[in-house]
C-alpha cells in the first residue's frame, strides 16, 4: 500500500521508480528525493469516453501525476481523509473528493441513471453531484477527502443502508442505489432541509458516510 495516514488530515505515499500515483493538484504538502510532479491533461486512465463523462459533468477537477522515488505529504484544505483499498473491486467516488490514487488503478465515469434508472438521475440533481460519478477499479489504494471523518458501512442484501445524500463519499462493491422519500424524515432525523429524500444502497458492498453535510 503506497498511502500511510500521518494524522487524519495528512497521508504520507511513498513513490517507486517504474510506478506513479495520480493526484489532486496543490495537495503535495511536503516530498523528499527525486520526485516529479507533472499536470495530467487527461485526468489518469480511462480514454476518451472517461474525459467525455467528466467534462459533461462539469467535473474539471485537475489531476497531476506523480513519478520518481521518495516520499510525498499529501493534505487538501483541511479536510478528513479516508485511505480505501480495493481488492480488484470498484469504488464510486465524486471527482473532488479525491486526494490521490495508484496508478494501477482503472479510472472511468459512470452514468447515474445506469443505476438506479430515473431515481439514479433524480439522486444526482438533488445532491447537487451531477449526473455522472468517477469510478475506481482494480488492486490498489485510494486516498478520499470528506468533513469531519468518514465511517465505513458494511452492506448486505439482507441490510439495506439508508444514507443522508448529503453525506454520502464514496462506495464500493456490488451496490445498487436508488433515492426515496420519506415524509418528515429531515426533519426527525436529518438535518438539512427541504424535500426528505434517502439515499438507499443495497447488495454487497460498503459505504463510506462523512460526519457532515458540508461540501467539500
Request: hydrophobic share 40%.
Amino acid at each position: 500500500m503506497p498511502f500511510r495516514e500521518v494524522n487524519s488530515k495528512m497521508i504520507e505515499a511513498t513513490v517507486l521508480p517504474g510506478q506513479r500515483l495520480f493526484s489532486q493538484r496543490g495537495a503535495m504538502l511536503a516530498y523528499k528525493g527525486e520526485v516529479s510532479f507533472t499536470p495530467n491533461v487527461q485526468g489518469g486512465q480511462g480514454g476518451i469516453m472517461s474525459m467525455i463523462g467528466r467534462r459533461v459533468a462539469n467535473e474539471a477537477t485537475p489531476l497531476m501525476t506523480v513519478e520518481g522515488s521518495g516520499t510525498v505529504f499529501f493534505g487538501h484544505g483541511g479536510h478528513h481523509i479516508q485511505v480505501i483499498n480495493l481488492a480488484g473491486d470498484t469504488l464510486y467516488v465524486e471527482a473532488d473528493r479525491l486526494l490521490a490514487f495508484d496508478g494501477t488503478l482503472q479510472q472511468g465515469t459512470m452514468f447515474l441513471g445506469s443505476q438506479g434508472g430515473v431515481m439514479g438521475m433524480v439522486r444526482g440533481q438533488v445532491t447537487g453531484q451531477g449526473l455522472f460519478t468517477t469510478t475506481l477499479k482494480g488492486h490498489g489504494a485510494v486516498a478520499v477527502m470528506a468533513h469531519g471523518g468518514v465511517i465505513e458501512v458494511p452492506i448486505s442484501p439482507q441490510r439495506p443502508i439508508h444514507v443522508d445524500p448529503q453525506a454520502y463519499v464514496a462506495h464500493h462493491g456490488d451496490v445498487r442505489n436508488k433515492l426515496s422519500t420519506a415524509l418528515g424524515w429531515r426533519d426527525m432525523v436529518g438535518r438539512g432541509s427541504g424535500e426528505a429524500f434517502q439515499l438507499e444502497l443495497s447488495g454487497n458492498g460498503a459505504v463510506y458516510v462523512q460526519a457532515s453535510e458540508e461540501k467539500l
